[in-house]
């Protein structure tokens, strides 16, 4: 998953003049022969919200996909489907209760970790502890004014079994709300005297009343924000597919000429994954939830998309790659629009299903299409790639890749954390936008490319003849064809789990596509994936947020390991 394009609520995301940005930007504003952008989808979805499957947009179409992204009715101008929660985007000061609560706690002699037991309130007590930590860390409101309150009804409570002359225990601790309110007046005091502007709905603080005031005008209008009502959900989506570095290399020193059998190659495969990907998750749900009732699920007919095809990276490496924009509105079988039924939680959790998809059609495309030779599977990178590509050449074309790896060490050995496969991922990400440069106004043509690859190979003395001319030297464990079923639970087990206790279905399935040959069919797959969690998982009957490929699978390694 790239993004989320919110597009409702300004404040869920980026800005609405920045979403916009990146929509047109996708729609191949300044289009040149190295991007290309397309209409997905099918069905009656696709008929009501205008696109056109299979076609190649037009300057004139960007308003159709934006109004689709955006959640607009072309045939009304009004937003469809808007739910509306409460502002969850309120944030007030962490130290100041945080500091109540730990001294009140220090004085009886108890840890703040023991004063709840749910999932909720434990979860907040964590984020407002490491709100504290940081310096003028916030929380959100309703976190803080949840642990508060529930201190202060115990208080209550107690008070009133006492009049009833019940025999009750006193709560553990008592936090003052004044006291509260009079640190964090003090907060945003030494925020002001350090220099730093103090407002409430553009008006600077008064700060000649005492801090208990302060604290009190900050609380009430953070809690009428918090209170306020506020359109919710997620107009669309976006999808990035990314073509392997050996590929993207091999498009650009064939002849020019076949240009467009390798970009229609990759549209093909993305094409294939989108269709069913969206088989999977774009249906609805009707009915209510409570009161003993569970809303079910609806078939959608069809969906609506656009793919934007670009061919080189921010450092103008070859690098094919797709984005693929989804509007979060889906046409049912009973002929009502919906939003896709689990908000977009099975789209999310299928964003690795559909990248190895991807390489998966891919690789068996480009075979057929006589593109390249073959593929083989690399150990050292866990990477399918163009068979005899020549690591060093490929390293040449990989500048980005180089930058953000090494950035990517030096915040590993900056923090000291756990490695793990996800943390790695939020790492990548981070250094990416840091040292990576910006989508460049210059849009390069395909021509563009080649000859910066070509001058780049010159200047370094490599000759590209050969980037493909490495003999597979690959011993029977490098195979994935000849893994035993043992082999199979173990290599997704531990690529993929890690130190994670547990995974969904539809994880450990990408899992298998990824590492799976392309020459393999449904069955095959479908039967490793149903052995690699016989014998490497515990199956639990809890599912995570979203109705498909969701159950959760516990590693048995990890399992044993606690």
Same mark, same amino acid.
């Given at each position: 998953?790239?993004? #989320?394009l ?13 979403? @916009? ?7 191949? @504003?300044?289009?040149?022969?190295s ?9 009656? =979805?696709?008929?009501?919200?205008? !696109? ?28 469809? #489907?808007i ?8 944030r ?6 945080? =500091? ?24 907040q007590? #964590? ?9 003028? +860390?916030?929380i ?17 409570? !107690? ?8 025999t009750v ?46 604290? $009190? ?15 919710? +959900?997620?107009?669309?989506?976006? *999808? ?17 000429e076949?240009?467009? %059998?390798?970009?229609a190659t990759?549209?093909?495969? &993305? ?16 009915g209510? @939830? ?15 998309? $656009? ?7 921010? /450092?103008?490496?070859?690098? *094919? ?17 919906? $939003? ?5 939680s ?5 964003a ?23 593929? /083989? ?35 590993? /050995?900056? %923090?000291? *954390? ?6 790695l ?9 840091r ?7 210059? =849009?390069?043509?395909?021509?563009e ?25 690959r011993?029977?464990?490098q195979?994935?064809?000849?893994w035993?079923p ?8 531990e ?26 069919? @449904? ?24 109705? &498909? ?14």
């Amino acid at each position: 998953m790239g993004y #989320r394009l919110a597009g409702i609520d300004p404040g869920r995301s980026l800005s609405r003049r920045a979403q @916009e940005a990146q929509v047109d930007y996708r729609l191949g @504003e300044g289009r040149v022969d190295s991007r290309q952008v397309w209409f997905l989808g099918s069905g009656a =979805t696709a008929a009501q919200l205008e !696109y056109r499957p299979g076609e190649q947009l037009t300057a004139a179409d960007g308003a159709i996909v934006r109004e689709a992204m955006f959640g607009i009715d072309r045939r009304t101008g009004l937003r469809v #489907r808007i739910n509306e929660e409460r502002n969850r985007h309120a944030r007030i000061a962490a130290a100041p209760f945080h =500091t109540v609560l730990t001294e009140a706690c220090t004085e009886a002699g108890i840890e703040p970790t023991s004063l709840w037991t749910g999932r909720n309130p434990t979860a907040q007590l #964590r984020a407002v502890a490491n709100a504290a930590a940081r310096p003028n +860390g916030t929380i959100a409101f309703r976190s803080v004014a949840t642990l508060l309150r529930s201190i202060e009804f115990a208080w209550e409570s !107690y008070a009133i079994g006492v009049g009833k002359g019940e025999t009750v225990d006193p709560p553990a601790i008592r936090v003052d709300r004044d006291e509260v309110l009079r640190r964090l007046g003090a907060h945003h005091r030494a925020l002001h005297e350090a220099g730093s502007a103090q407002l409430l709905d553009g008006v600077e603080l008064d700060f000649t009343l005492h801090d208990t005031d302060i604290g $009190t005008l900050v609380w009430d209008h953070t809690a009428a924000d918090a209170a306020r009502m506020v359109p919710t +959900g997620n107009a669309g989506y976006e *999808l990035t597919a990314t073509c392997p570095k050996s590929f993207s290399v091999a498009a650009f020193l064939d002849a020019p000429e076949r240009r467009e %059998d390798w970009l229609a190659t990759v549209r093909d495969a &993305v094409t294939d994954a989108t269709d069913e990907l969206m088989r999977r998750v774009a249906h609805g749900r009707t009915g209510h @939830e409570g009161d003993g009732r569970q809303a079910t699920l609806i078939r959608g007919d069809g969906y609506a998309a $656009t793919v934007s095809i670009e061919s080189y990276s921010r /450092e103008l490496d070859p690098h *094919l790659h797709a984005h693929v924009m989804i509007p979060n509105r889906v046409v049912c079988v009973d002929g009502v629009e919906r $939003t896709m039924a689990s908000g977009g939680s099975d789209l999310v959790n299928h964003a690795w299903w559909f990248q190895a998809e991807f390489e998966r059609r891919l690789r068996a495309l480009s075979v057929e299409r006589q593109l390249v030779p073959g593929w /083989e599977f690399d150990a050292a990178s866990w990477q399918w790639e163009v068979a005899g590509a020549d690591p060093e050449i490929m390293a040449l074309y990989s500048q980005a890749q180089a930058l953000v790896r090494a950035a990517t060490l030096d915040d590993l /050995e900056a %923090d000291g *954390l756990a490695v793990s496969r996800d943390r790695l991922t939020l790492l990548d990400s981070r250094a990416k936008r840091r040292v990576t440069q910006s989508k460049s106004e210059q =849009t390069l043509t395909w021509d563009e490319v080649r000859h910066r690859m070509l001058t780049r190979a010159y200047a370094r003395h490599v000759d590209v003849r050969g980037a493909f001319d490495r003999p597979d030297t690959r011993a029977d464990w490098q195979r994935p064809e000849t893994w035993s079923p043992s082999d199979w639970a173990a290599t997704v087990d531990e690529l993929f789990c890690q130190n994670k206790g547990a995974e969904i279905t539809a994880r450990i399935e990408a899992a298998v596509r990824s590492l799976a040959p392309h020459e393999w069919n @449904e069955a095959r797959i479908t039967d490793t994936v149903r052995t690699v969690i016989t014998r490497a998982f515990t199956t639990g009957n809890v599912r995570a947020r979203g109705r &498909v490929g969701t159950l959760t699978h516990a590693s048995n390694r990890v399992l044993m390991a606690e």
